[in-house]
């Protein structure tokens, strides 16, 4: 039995196949630990791409543009205004639009149709429409833009106002989606063949329908409707035009007649189409500028006469004034519609009530004689002195100031009215008897002493610069009172001796 068990029945493995045993061992042992760091390193990789921010514009990846955003502490995504404007295709500019200072607290962003603009602090986003006429748009957000890194952000709400774009954000899946108008009129003109929208008559407005789920169709005989996305009528396609206004979410609607009034979205009448034209001048107050037999006049939403069709032009021309930097040329100061009968011109309210008195009429708004016969090359045309609402008025070549509430600031005594921007700041000057004065300071001084707490930080500073002039001048003179002593320095910003004050304070 012992020869059996030790004999040819049972063969000792040798060192070498223990050895190779062995190894295998080692070997799986070593793959099965490979096979979990690679899984493992497969999870992290996964989930690593699932932590970070994936950006989608007109449904192709665009990694570059996962980094500009920002996140508030309530996970609230951010969007930098004019780095996202390089992306998007709009220009892009800090301060005001044509207001040449580099004011970070403001931008604006450009596109070949329109330019919206925008203010630290702010809810609203204005827009200026390049049709020709330069009309604006405001909107109102729920957040104000912020700044973070020296940089203007606001959020998808804004930027879907501003760049006319479709945009969300999906928190689970940490995606953000981006569809440009120009993709989107493409791919609904490709879903809908009676889309309105592509062709050559086709209008940038009408586009812009589509960001809020609505399409202007148009049939065989070209006459035009809106249905909404899901197919669902509007209005039938029984107009000769259409025209879609974002700010309202209204449509300017044309009829075989060639007469013109305004539908709402849910398809009511708020103005029958009894005019030649009609445009939005105030989204709030609900007023629009209407035109019938060549002659303008005002209605609000209920189609109620504000102003008689009676008037040759309502609204000023903004781009005699660019420094005033007007965003409506029909009611300044959200408040006074300046209308112009028979050469002569008057400022009335929402309400259609002459704001100065019945029958008060000025020849001219605005000055646009400036500075320019005392030397000052660089002097700006005036209409409006924002700091008290006021508007720059004539008659017989000669120049005053009221309020928008119709009170006089400034009798109608001086020779010219004009302002001069000096490193972004606009400082107002008016010629009484061929003496130069600061306007905001003399009526600082004389007309309104209990509002000086109420001017900005930028006039008060303005003022303490002229002021310290004035000061430096004074101390020269010796304060003196007599007459007319300062009527000879015509090109200095002065107080002026009691005399020469006191003819212009009585007159006022």
């Known amino acids: 039995m012992n020869d059996f068990i030790g004999g040819a029945g ?55 543009m996962k980094d500009i955003f920002v996140f508030d502490q ?38 070949k149709e329109e330019i ?43 930027a879907q106002i501003a760049f006319n774009i ?11 989606n981006i569809y440009t108008l120009p993709y989107l009129v493409s791919y609904y003109t490709t879903k809908f ?17 589509l960001l809020y789920n609505m399409l202007i169709i148009k049939n065989e005989n070209r006459n035009y409707g809106v249905q909404t996305l ?33 539908m709402s979205y849910d398809s009511k009448i708020k103005i029958a189409p009894e005019f030649d034209e009609i445009k939005q001048i105030d989204k709030d107050s609900g007023l629009y500028l209407a035109t019938k037999n060549k002659k303008q006049g005002v209605v609000n939403s209920n189609g109620s006469i504000v102003l008689y069709l009676e008037y040759d032009q309502i609204g000023v021309n903004s781009s005699q004034y660019m420094s005033n930097t007007i965003k409506n040329q029909y009611l300044l100061y959200n408040k006074c519609i300046p209308a112009k009968k028979n050469g002569t011109w008057e400022i009335f309210d929402k309400t259609g009530k002459n704001i100065a008195g019945t029958g008060t009429t000025y020849k001219e708004l605005g000055c646009s004689v400036g500075g320019k016969s005392n030397g000052e090359e660089n002097s700006n045309s005036v ?13 017989n070549n000669v120049y005053g100031l009221i309020d928008s509430e119709g009170k006089t600031l400034l009798p109608i005594a001086l020779q010219s009215i004009y302002s001069i921007t000096s490193e972004g700041e606009e400082t107002y000057y008016m010629l009484y008897n061929n003496q130069l004065m600061n306007v ?51 090109n200095a910003v002065e107080n002026n001796t009691n005399t020469n004050v006191n003819k212009v304070s009585n007159n006022t």
């Not at 099965?32 to 989608?56: D, E, N, R």
């Open 116 to 158: 919206a603009s925008f203010s630290l602090g702010s809810n609203k986003i204005y827009k200026i429409i390049l049709d020709g006429n330069n009309d604006y748009e405001y909107y109102e957000i729920n957040e104000p833009i912020k700044m973070f890194n020296n940089q203007l952000y606001t959020t998808i709400e804004g």
């Open 10 to 64: 049972y063969n000792k493995p040798t060192e070498e196949q223990v050895k190779a045993k062995k190894m295998m061992r080692i070997i799986g042992i070593v793959l099965v630990l490979l096979l979990l760091v690679v899984i493992g390193l497969v999870a992290l990789i996964y989930y690593m791409q699932s932590t970070q921010l994936k950006v989608y514009v007109d449904a192709k990846s665009n990694v570059k």
């Open 383 to 395: 209409l409006l002195v924002p700091q008290y609402e006021g508007i720059v008025v004539s008659r």
């Open 230 to 262: 899901d197919g669902q009528e509007v209005l039938g396609t029984k107009y000769a035009n259409i025209k879609f206004v974002e700010s309202s979410k209204e449509f300017i609607v044309t009829t075989m007649e060639n007469k013109m009034g305004i």
């Open 166 to 176: 479709s945009m969300s954000y999906n928190q689970q899946q940490n995606q953000v």
């Open 440 to 490: 905001i300071d003399y009526i600082k001084k004389w007309v309104r002493p209990d509002k000086n707490e109420s001017n900005n930080q930028t006039n008060t500073e303005n003022t303490e610069n002229t002021n310290n002039e004035q000061t430096t001048q004074n101390t020269q003179q010796n304060n003196t009172s007599t007459e007319n002593t300062t009527q000879t320095n015509t």
């Open 74 to 111: 309530n996970n609230n995504l951010y969007i930098p205004i004019r780095a996202f404007a390089d992306y998007v295709g709009y220009e892009s500019g800090n301060g005001e639009y044509k207001q040449y200072a580099e004011d970070i607290t403001k931008c604006y962003v450009e596109s």
């Open 193 to 209: 063949q009676n889309a309105g929208i592509a062709d050559k008559d086709a209008s940038f407005s009408n586009q812009k329908a």
